[in-house]
């Protein structure tokens, strides 16, 4: 699934592991980082340098961590970040590959 999504030139899927459900998020189109909030565009950055926690984000930034979630999930959504590990193993975001 996710070699036809790139060869379609889509963005990569976003996926979420809620323990419970298991979701998939596929994007018709690539997003536009211009459409961006100030908060994601702050996260985005962030994100440039090496995968992070929540933890670690809001140390760097002091921004609470139920609105560094908030960001998180609109770029993933968007196609922006991923999120890494999970269920036993610590959980990371990471800007998704080929959009920095």
């Keep these: 699934m996710t070699e036809a ?5 889509l963005p990569p899927a976003c996926y979420t592991d809620s323990g419970i459900r298991f979701t ?3 994007h018709r189109h690539a997003p536009q980082p211009a459409t961006m909030s100030s908060l994601e ?6 994100l440039e340098r090496a ?3 929540v933890a670690q984000l809001e140390e760097e930034t002091g921004i609470p961590a139920y609105t560094l979630r908030r960001a998180l999930r609109s770029l993933r ?3 922006l970040a ?3 590990g999970g269920r036993g193993r610590p959980t990371t975001y990471r ?6």
Excluded: D, K
Excluded at 41 to 46: G, H, P
Excluded at 95 to 100: D, F, I, K, T
């Design 77 to 79: 959504e968007q196609g």
């Design 24 to 26: 998939v998020v596929i």
């Design 5 to 9: 999504i790139a060869e379609a030139g």
């Design 82 to 84: 991923e999120q890494l």
């Design 95 to 100: 800007q998704s590959p080929g959009r920095n």
């Design 41 to 46: 565009r702050l996260v985005f950055t962030a």
């Design 51 to 53: 995968p992070r926690t």
